[in-house]
């Protein structure tokens, strides 16, 4: 196992056509699991191969522990991957292609043995290993692909949207497994997805990319709760983050932002005082489980808004009910057990200190959170690409 | 597609479809019908009867007679076809590879020009070539016929290989690569072995380009080192003598035998080698 | 601090994989650059010489191209080369989209029927030329079968008539080539989305309408194919003329290939053998440049 540093990694194929990759910084410890993730397009999946030596980088360096792998080719780099089609080799058996890549670094047949019945056991693949790939289930191929990487005990495993052919059952189950697997083995391990629920759950440092620029680094928890602009807030989180393009005024010395829900008013203190927000276009984005039914003892606390219901979806856990504010749809994330019927008036209320605000030109981030959340927060948050 | 009726009923339409079908059968048929009972008559019998009467005495002399005459010649075939086919696909399959596998700049340009190659007319080189190969003395050889069913078979091999490796993911040879293993190794253990469909059809389209041309053999080649087409083409078309339209015949089936023989064998990669090098080419 | 960056030099090993691709292309490179282009090329300046039995490098400008234009021989080859082109496409195609269509209504032994329809593509220009030399024989070919079997007025001597003898040639393309183009139909007509076909009939619609005004115009690309490919195939028709007619009787059953050969290589024109060679190629560019272009386009559509 190693730690994996990116210095200013750049990557361009050719003057002239756009930076694929652009001063990529970052760095995670050994037995770290950080994801990379973003829309396709954002150049995750090209950092992975850089990684990888699969392909050249036109700029910085990639360490792998003390050493400078940038110039080496993938077989020095002792890197193993995990492919999102599997990539396993069809002609060959399950052993044979666990088998493939300890053959080519000469290891004694004796210890191939014993390596491919420690991987296979883990897996619990060995009544597989005769088999040919074309002959297993996608969640059986994708063990062997796991075990094939696992066999070479390299320094660093990658993984390249691994579980996006499995079925919504099976990712589920595998994405479970996986989180196990990385406890016990405390490998190093980048895994790149486009799914923001595997870089929630699996990811111990989240690597959110765009255009080939990482536009925040930190972990599941930074992110989700304090997004660095509004493409990161709006990415992660399912359903995603309301976001409700208004204007700042100020009322009696404080900042507030002037919600209509068409049947009623409310205005929502900002917990920033920042002068230079004041009659600023901004966009407040609030989560929709920020958003909850007005209850009798914190109503006089917290500010609270009428507004009818236009649209209910149960999912079972929640009902997500959905409202118009500033004639934006909004979603709020409710109880199952609260069934309201269309037309119904809720009373909503949000708790001002969450909100985040945004500005509405840039997406950048506005001020600061509520001063007991940044103290915890953001004196750690990496910041990148603030331009 | 096929037609939607679950059970098609015996309409007057499927009785008028069956007929045209049938009759095109045998219309197909004819020509290697007379061709069979020709080659099987004695030149007197094929005065008498006709196109499609049966042999009053069935006889080989024109097999007989057509062998002694095509017998080297039909020989000259197989030492020119064989190596040809076998080089042209192997250096087909190693270009595939690149074109596919391995792209770098300029690759793809390379594989444009070379696929010009497909609809060449090879008229246009027909003069240089003959140069060439009298410069490097295999003018009138078979040999010189090998190089030149190589060189101008490239295209069509390439085309193949390359159209059947792009359909193989990538990830494939990256991941071999991860696993330490190089160039060729990747080739020999992972490509090579899902290759066998796309070799069928390589070997068994150049099988047939090469024994059935004519063009190269007529231009390229003299006297003893002609291939069986030339040949065939020389003796039907001799104005001296009787003709014994037996012979034409039976010479005419042995030239067409071996290439009629890998279509009733393999006719599926033959099928598949037509359309894939004509739709895609 | 410890972490300096050591940047590691490409072993010999790793120099050599880089390259080996590049090197196992390069001879195919060559092959194409020279056999391909550079032959092409020569070719092209020969056809600006006054080349006979050897080349010369004599430069005589356009003459070989105006001594091919005032050249009867080579007027009666084009206008073959027009009218056998034509008729070869045309009733190919017909024949072949007519089997392919009839082929593709659940059709018993459809695999043996296809097997037939496509044999005489496996066969060499020449053996078909021997065969259909001798069916269309006057005198002993399908001329007296045909008399034989009762139609007493019936003449078959196109073989030896001038103005008919390349509509023999066109008989025995046809008969080879119609199921090559049934073929590739077929797997068109295989590829066809089913649903389409449904919707047209709920709309009711005949089959032979959903056929000729759904399904045919979606197999557009399959079509252009084709149509190409024969026309490739018609341009280069060189084997079949040699065997059937040998461009007889006299020159009428010329094509431009067969004009070409015998120029070069019979009678010792090499110059003018040229020039008509790079007409030929002019051909196949015209229309090959338009349908890669047309290709081309509708991939980037996609």
């Known amino acids: ?387 | 597609m096929t037609s939607l009726a679950n059970k098609p009923a015996l309409s007057l339409s499927r009785v008028a479809i069956y007929a045209v079908l049938i009759i095109a059968v045998l219309l197909y048929l004819v020509p290697l019908v007379v061709m069979l009972l020709t080659s099987f008559k004695s030149p007197e019998d094929i005065g008498s009867g006709n196109l499609l009467s049966w042999p009053t005495e069935v006889t080989a002399i024109g097999w007989i007679k057509a062998w002694a005459t095509v017998k080297g010649y039909f020989w000259n075939s197989f030492l020119i076809t064989v190596p040809a086919v076998l080089i042209s696909t192997t250096i087909g399959a190693l270009n595939g590879y690149v074109l596919s596998m391995w792209r770098f700049r300029g690759s793809q340009l390379f594989f444009g020009l070379l696929l010009f190659g497909c609809f060449l007319p090879f008229q246009t080189v027909l003069l240089p070539a003959s140069f060439t190969l009298g410069k490097m003395g295999l003018a009138n050889t078979t040999t010189g016929l090998v190089f030149i069913h190589v060189v101008y078979g490239l295209a069509f091999t390439t085309l193949f290989f390359r159209n059947y490796y792009v359909s193989i993911p990538e990830a494939l040879v990256k991941a071999a690569r991860l696993d330490g293993a190089g160039f060729f190794t990747i080739f020999r253990r992972i490509i090579l072995p899902m290759s066998t469909p796309i070799i069928m059809v390589c070997l068994i389209w150049q099988f047939t380009q090469i024994w059935n041309d004519f063009l190269f053999g007529v231009v390229f080649s003299s006297g003893d080192s002609q291939p069986i087409t030339v040949a065939l083409n020389n003796l039907v078309n001799t104005s001296t003598g009787a003709k014994e339209y037996n012979v034409d015949m039976a010479a005419a089936m042995i030239a067409g035998l071996p290439t009629l023989l890998v279509y009733v064998v393999a006719g599926k990669y033959f099928v598949r080698g037509l359309t894939a090098g004509a739709v895609k080419g | 601090m410890s972490s300096v960056a050591v940047f590691s030099k490409a072993s010999p090993f790793d120099a050599l994989q880089r390259w080996l691709p590049k090197l196992v292309l390069a001879p195919s490179m060559f092959i194409v650059l020279v056999g391909f282009y550079g032959y092409i090329l020569w070719t092209f300046v020969l056809s600006f010489t006054n080349s006979t039995f050897l080349p010369t490098y004599k430069f005589v400008g356009l003459a070989q191209y105006a001594r091919l234009f005032d050249n009867d021989r080579w007027w009666v080859a084009s206008k073959n080369l027009a009218v056998f082109g034509g008729m070869f496409i045309g009733i190919s195609m017909v024949v072949g989209v007519l089997l392919a269509v009839f082929l593709d209504q659940r059709i018993r032994r459809e695999g043996f029927i296809r097997t037939i329809y496509l044999y005489p593509m496996a066969l060499s220009m020449i053996v078909t030329g021997t065969a259909w030399k001798w069916l269309l024989n006057p005198g002993m070919g399908l001329d007296k079968l045909l008399r034989d079997w009762g139609w007493e007025g019936f003449r078959l001597d196109w073989l030896i008539d001038p103005d008919r003898v390349v509509y023999c040639l066109v008989i025995a393309a046809v008969w080879q080539a119609s199921g090559f183009i049934m073929a590739m139909f077929l797997a068109g007509l295989r590829g066809v989305d089913q649903s389409i076909i449904r919707a047209a009939q709920i709309d009711g619609a005949s089959m032979p309408k959903i056929y000729w005004k759904v399904v045919l115009p979606s197999l557009r690309p399959v079509f252009f194919s084709a149509v190409m490919i024969l026309a490739h195939i018609a341009i280069k028709s060189f084997d079949l003329v040699a065997a059937m007619t040998a461009g007889g009787p006299g020159y009428s059953s010329d094509l431009p290939a067969m004009f070409m050969y015998s120029f070069t290589f019979s009678r010792g024109q090499m110059g003018m053998g040229s020039a008509s060679a790079i007409l030929m190629l002019g051909a196949i560019l015209a229309i090959l440049v338009p349908y890669l272009y047309s290709e081309l386009r509708a991939k980037r559509n996609d």
Do not use: W
């Open chain 1, 1 to 387: 196992m190693a730690t994996l540093e990116l210095r200013n990694v750049n990557k361009t194929y050719g003057a002239g056509l756009p930076d694929t990759l652009k001063n990529i910084e970052l760095s995670i410890k050994e037995g770290e699991f950080l994801i990379l993730v973003g829309p396709s397009g954002c150049g995750k999946s090209t950092l992975m191969n850089c990684i990888a030596g699969l392909e050249n980088i036109t700029g910085g360096a990639i360490m792998i522990g003390d050493q400078d792998v940038s110039g080496m080719s993938p077989k020095d780099r002792d890197i193993a991957m995990v492919f999102q089609s599997y990539a396993l080799y069809p002609t060959m058996s399950v052993r044979e292609n666990i088998e493939f890549g300890l053959k080519i670094r000469k290891m004694p047949q004796a210890d191939i043995d014993a390596e491919v019945a420690r991987v296979a056991k883990l897996l619990q693949i060995e009544h597989l290993l005769n088999r040919k790939p074309g002959q297993l289930s996608g969640g059986q191929q994708q063990r062997v692909a796991m075990g094939r990487a696992l066999a070479r005990r390299p320094k660093i495993y990658l993984f390249d949207e691994p579980l996006s052919n499995l079925d919504a059952k099976l990712r589920v189950e595998m994405r479970t497994e996986m989180k196990l697997m990385h406890q016990r083995l405390k490998t190093t391990t980048v895994y790149v997805t486009h799914d923001q629920i595997e870089a929630m759950t699996l990811g111990d440092k989240v690597a959110v990319m765009k255009d080939g620029i990482i536009q925040q680094f930190g972990t599941p928890k930074q992110i989700y709760n304090d997004p660095a602009n509004l493409f990161v807030a709006s990415f992660i989180g399912s359903p995603p983050m309301n976001f409700i393009p208004l204007r700042l005024q100020r009322k009696d010395g404080r900042l507030v932002a002037l919600l209509d829900s068409g049947q009623a008013r409310c205005e929502l203190p900002m917990s920033m005082n920042d002068a230079g927000l004041e009659d600023r276009e901004v966009i407040l984005g609030l989560r929709p489980e920020q958003i909850v039914l007005a209850s009798g003892d914190a109503a006089g606390l917290l500010p609270t808004i009428r507004a009818e219901v236009q649209v209910t979806e149960p999912t079972g856990p929640d009902t997500l009910v959905f409202v118009t504010l500033n004639e934006s749809k909004v979603c709020c994330r409710l109880a199952p057990d609260i069934a309201p019927a269309v037309g119904e008036t809720l009373t909503l209320q949000f708790d001002p200190a969450k909100v985040l605000l945004f500005d509405a030109k840039t997406g950048e981030r506005l001020g600061v959170l509520a001063p007991s959340q940044s103290v915890e927060n953001m004196g750690n948050v990496t910041r990148l690409n603030r331009n």
